[in-house]
């Protein structure tokens, strides 16, 4: 993973990179509300969508590892 500059030395990036850029740059903003002293009942409320988010998410990437053409 990695990006190139063009010809101004600005960086750029891939369209296959996107969704990644997305929720990278998200944690800087996401983070703080994760905070359980700040805000304890928020973080109840997510870490339910979370597990939720979480389970469904694993067997997709499990078969992501072992799809035919990938080492």
């Known amino acids: 993973m990695g ?3 063009n ?3 600005q960086p750029q ?7 990644t850029l997305v929720h990278e740059f998200n944690h800087s903003f996401v983070n703080c509300l994760l905070d359980e002293q ?3 009942d928020h973080v109840k409320e997510l870490e ?3 597990s939720f988010l979480y389970l469904t998410a694993q067997a997709p990437c499990a078969n ?3 799809a035919p053409g990938r080492p």
Do not use: D, F, I, W
């Open 3 to 5: 990006y190139s500059v």
């Open 13 to 19: 990036y891939s369209k296959g990179y996107l969704s």
């Open 38 to 40: 700040k805000y304890p």
């Open 48 to 50: 339910q969508a979370g």
């Open 64 to 66: 992501r590892h072992t």
């Open 7 to 9: 010809q101004e030395n």
